[in-house]
């Protein structure tokens, strides 16, 4: 068998997230170090097996003292949790370009089984002749499965921050040496 390795490039790439606050708006923000990998047996995306590690205190919504907060241990516990990982491990099709990415995502120790949606964006060759596929993915979860349970509730009622967590994953990648297995 041969496995094609993609790394993907960060530099061109994104993790983003958003929740409600107050039940109103949504606060947006980013994981802005990370890396992952994408191993592609014998060229077929549908049986890729995708990895990504999170450095965890790389997350940034624009708002320092926010940011601080949401390193600490009432949410991502940076300190003893400095990592969140995903591991993809089966590809549905749903159709000519988009398939369903069936992995683990680990939040603060806690591992749960997540499903991304993803559509394929294509492939291109770059100028210094590296081959690159794009992929985008979205998924949604409830951040309290993950131990981030942190709230603060309004005397209006309601809480100050929504228990959903959308996600936006925008991916380029990078083909690497082929591997023949023995």
Known sequence: MVTERWEIDASHSGIHFSVRHLGLAKVRGQFSRWNGTIAVPNGDFT??????????????????????????????????????TFRGSRLEPQGQDTARLVGTLTIKGVTRDVVLDVERLGEARDPWGNERAAFSAKTSIDRKDFGLAWNQVLETGGVMVGERVDLEIEIEAVRQAVTKAA
Do not use: K, N
């Not at 926010?66 to 991502?76: A, E, Q, V």
């Open 47 to 84: 049986r890729a097996a995708v990895e990504a590690v999170i450095d965890a205190t790389s997350i940034e919504t624009g708002v320092a003292d926010r940011d601080t907060h949401l390193r600490s241990p009432d949410f991502f516990d940076v300190a003893q949790y400095p990592e969140v």
